[in-house]
């Protein structure tokens, strides 16, 4: 009975693979793409040669076909090294999770292999400049025009916009219906009447772009509707509940390596005769941030084996755990910078920018303030 609380030995087995490959061929580029807030193609080729670019991609469609777990671990794995390059895996389960949710075999058939394949990634459209945590009031339309629908509005915040070659679209296809009136959509980048526009200056994940999606007119097959009319908005909170896990391992990964930077420093670092590490306060500090690390990193994998068996209690659980791992890694990254003291404020250590990476966690895919209305009323009712 005690073995339901160990990590199964392959997927050990898989965090070994990727701490690997991400520590030679990731973690070298990552303080690059923060400079010069650019995406890490390296970093990319090197997920896509190992595998590890789209890991929940199931085999029929060429995937590896791996659980909610090791995709979990995967990410996590990958955060520990550059945070923009976690979102490579996270955004492409993010943008196809509504097709593996609600997706005819068709589409299935369409879009997953290219992003299995490592030539496509795939984002998430739900987010609108007047319609962030209350995605319901979005403003995009799609019109049906005999067998086509015309897609006209903008999306803001869209994770490696620009470089996908595929979107999955939140548009209202029945006015005043309110959420039962939005239906998804895949829309393809050179779809005409598709542009972007220019990336974010943002705080962190500078190595991934952050832009505008427009939709001008833009013509699309009825068949690439994703489920049926009106149930868009259904799909798109079922995926939050899903991919919230991914961003709780993210954030587990980004404390992780703030984590090791930090307890790697205090004991080279020495002050008044001995390493800081030597110093009770110093370790209190380290404890702390150790034990928040690991209860965060419980609470993540508890949630990915409900979202592996679409539990009920999944949006519970998947909300909680993204809340609780971006504050945990909110608090230890900030903790690391101050272990590290004057350093720690400079980019000769990658803390600082682990710090910055971190605060996103507890902003997109729902405010962690969002995430806690989520767990109080599943709370309240039972």
Request: negative net charge.
């Amino acid at each position: 009975m005690f073995d339901v609380y160990r990590v199964p030995e392959d997927h050990e087995a898989l965090r070994e693979a990727v701490r690997s490959l991400c520590d030679g061929k990731v973690a070298p580029n990552a303080a690059t793409a923060d400079a010069k807030s650019e995406f890490p193609q390296g970093s990319y080729d090197a997920l896509r040669a190992a595998d590890f670019h789209a890991p929940h991609v199931p085999v029929e469609y060429g995937g590896a076909g791996a659980d909610a777990l090791a995709t979990a671990i995967v990410i996590e794995e990958v955060a520990r090294a550059c945070a923009s390059t976690s979102l490579v895996p996270a955004v492409n389960k993010l943008g196809t999770m509504p097709l593996l949710l609600s997706g005819s075999a068709e589409l299935k058939q369409r879009y997953l292999p290219p992003v299995a394949r490592g030539e496509a990634m795939f984002s998430y459209c739900l987010s609108e400049p007047e319609a962030g945590s209350d995605a319901a009031s979005m403003r995009t339309r799609a019109e049906r025009d005999g067998d086509h629908y015309v897609l006209n509005g903008a999306k803001r915040w869209i994770t490696n916009a620009g470089l996908s070659e595929y979107y999955t679209v939140f548009a209202v296809t029945d006015p005043g219906a309110g959420s039962r009136g939005i239906s998804a959509f895949v829309v393809e980048k050179s779809d005409h009447g598709v542009s972007f526009g220019a990336p974010e200056k943002k705080l962190g994940m500078k190595g991934s772009p952050t832009r505008e999606v427009f939709f001008d007119n833009v013509r699309i097959p009825a068949d690439r509707m994703i489920g049926s009319p009106g149930t868009g908005f259904g799909s798109a909170m079922r995926t939050l509940d899903h991919t919230r896990v991914t961003i709780a391992a993210q954030a587990v990964g980004i404390a992780q390596g703030a984590l090791d930077v930090a307890s790697g420093y205090v004991q080279e670092r020495k002050q008044f005769g001995r390493p800081v590490a030597e110093f009770q306060g110093v370790q209190f500090m380290l404890a702390d941030m150790a034990m928040a690390l690991e209860s965060a990193r419980q609470m993540t994998y508890a949630a990915a084996a409900r979202s592996e068996r679409d539990d009920p209690d999944l949006t519970y659980f998947g909300a909680a755990a993204k809340c609780v791992a971006s504050d945990a890694a909110m608090k230890i990254t900030t903790d690391a910078v101050q272990l590290l003291g004057g350093y720690g404020y400079t980019t000769d250590f990658p803390v600082e920018r682990m710090m910055r990476d971190a605060k996103l966690t507890q902003i997109y895919e729902g405010t962690n303030q969002v995430q806690r209305i989520v767990v109080a009323r599943r709370l309240l009712r039972g």
